[in-house]
């Protein structure tokens, strides 16, 4: 079974652009969810979809950041425009049943922003 | 704000030598997690405990949860080389997000 997949793993961009992450969950896991780390803070949990839709977006910190999952497939987190304060690791985690007993994590994208 | 703190913060130990980690609230978890990440991966989920008093073994690992649910600890008996990593404890109260604790970096020296 192939893991979650997320790309890419690094990302350096400028202030003021834009970044696309992409994950890619385990086949036929209906929950995916996005964590990131930023330097020095805990991992913190950003949305949660089931299939195509946004179950829980309440740790997403401003409107500079859009998550979508277009069939309920893989799914895509874009910040615009990025901040220097963006910069961590954002990890995308699926599961089949909902429930954090049963996450898989990917490696993680390591975004900087200078 | 429900927090999770876990000590040590780092750890230097000697192959073959045991040790314990703890990860403690103020707030009672549904269920807590324990992970474990290497440089440049994800976390990958070691165990997890869902009732008061629980007890799991993972082979040399350890995994208790305390009886109020507010606090768990992870022991390794004879670290290897190989248990090297970043120890991350995960409480859940809602049925699907987690707080994670900042983690425990455990080295095994040889």
């Known amino acids: 079974e192939a893991g979650v997949t997320q790309f890419p793993s690094h990302s350096v961009i400028e202030k003021g652009q834009t970044v696309t992450l992409r994950c890619d969950p385990i086949?036929?896991?209906?929950?995916l969810y996005w964590y990131r780390r930023v330097m020095g803070k805990e991992i913190k949990f950003l949305l949660h979809?089931?299939?195509?839709?946004?179950?829980?977006e309440s740790g997403m910190p401003n409107n500079r950041f859009l998550a979508e999952r277009t069939g309920g497939t893989y799914s895509t987190l874009k910040v615009q425009p990025a901040e220097l304060e963006d910069s961590g690791v954002y990890f995308c985690?699926?599961?089949?049943?909902?429930?954090?007993?049963?996450?898989?994590f990917g490696s993680g994208t390591r975004l900087t922003v200078v | 704000t429900q927090l999770l703190e876990q000590s040590p913060q780092f750890l230097s130990i000697q192959e073959g030598e045991n040790l314990t980690v703890y990860c403690n609230s103020s707030?009672?978890?549904?269920?807590l997690q324990w992970y474990r990440q290497e440089p440049g991966e994800g976390p990958v989920l070691l165990v997890t405990?869902?009732?008061?008093?629980e007890v799991k073994k993972l082979k040399r690992l350890t995994f208790q949860f305390g009886d109020a649910r507010k606090d768990s600890s992870l022991h390794i008996t004879a670290a290897q080389t190989g248990d090297t990593g970043l120890y991350l404890c995960a409480g859940g109260r809602s049925y699907d997000k987690v707080i994670f604790g900042p983690g425990t970096s455990l080295s095994v020296i040889p």
């Open positions: 985690a699926s599961s089949q049943d909902r429930g954090a007993r049963l996450y898989t």
């Open positions: 405990v869902v009732t008061g008093g």
């Open positions: 707030s009672v978890f549904s269920s």
């Open positions: 086949s036929g896991h209906d929950n």
């Open positions: 979809f089931v299939k195509e839709s946004k179950q829980d």
